[in-house]
């Protein structure tokens, strides 16, 4: 564990989102191996009230600066995605993630380290994840279409990618307010 709070035991925290070029970002997180340490949970929590408040699809720890590999997901809908549909709301630890199709699907991301962008983003259409919750339990899942999407990019920050590092043509990268005008203000 290297939780660098020393208010790992207090009350829940919406935490500051390190935003692209910290380096920070680009660090390779590492596994966890105690999920009985009560530190771990103070950091899911954290997380998850982080995630919620700004209205994120996904959050991955080292956007609060902890460089362990835990992401949480999910939404029943989204106003940053209002087209995606929903996904279960998931604690992802020490994900593994296996491609099941050559299947490619280009569509928009956004980051909450990257605000106020969007860009067009290849992922895998099928995938299967395997990892832990938060108690140790084996997750072990087959998806497709956004919600592996959202895996992929979770899973990317834990490798210390961001997503603009995926994109194949940048006149599909910009701001949200002009790609987007109509849509509500996001970010
Ligand atoms: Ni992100």
């Known amino acids: 564990m290297s939780v660098p709070s020393s208010k790992a035991w207090s009350a829940v925290a919406i935490r500051p989102v390190l935003k692209m070029g910290d380096p920070r970002l680009w660090q390779r997180s590492q596994e966890v191996e105690d999920f009985a340490h009560p530190e771990l949970h103070s950091l899911i929590r954290d997380m998850e009230e982080t995630m919620r408040h ?5 959050l991955a ?5 902890v460089g362990l590999r835990v992401v949480i997901f999910g939404f029943d ?10 996904v ?8 593994v993630l296996t491609p099941l199709s050559n299947d490619v699907q280009e569509a928009w991301e956004g980051c909450l380290s990257v605000p106020g962008l969007r860009g067009v983003v290849p992922r895998w259409q099928h995938l299967r994840y395997e990892g832990f919750d938060q108690f140790g339990r084996t997750i072990d899942r087959t998806v497709e279409g956004f919600h592996a999407r959202v895996v992929q990019h979770e899973t990317d920050h834990l490798d210390g990618v961001l997503y603009p590092m995926r ?11 002009v790609l987007f005008p109509d849509s509500p203000a996001v970010d």
């Open 54 to 58: 700004l209205e994120g699809a996904g």
């Open 61 to 65: 720890a080292p956007q609060i600066g």
């Open 77 to 86: 809908s989204n106003p940053r995605y209002p087209d995606a549909g929903s």
């Open 88 to 95: 279960p709301y998931t604690i992802l630890i020490n994900p």
């Open 167 to 177: 994109i194949r043509d940048f006149r599909q990268f910009g701001f949200t307010d």
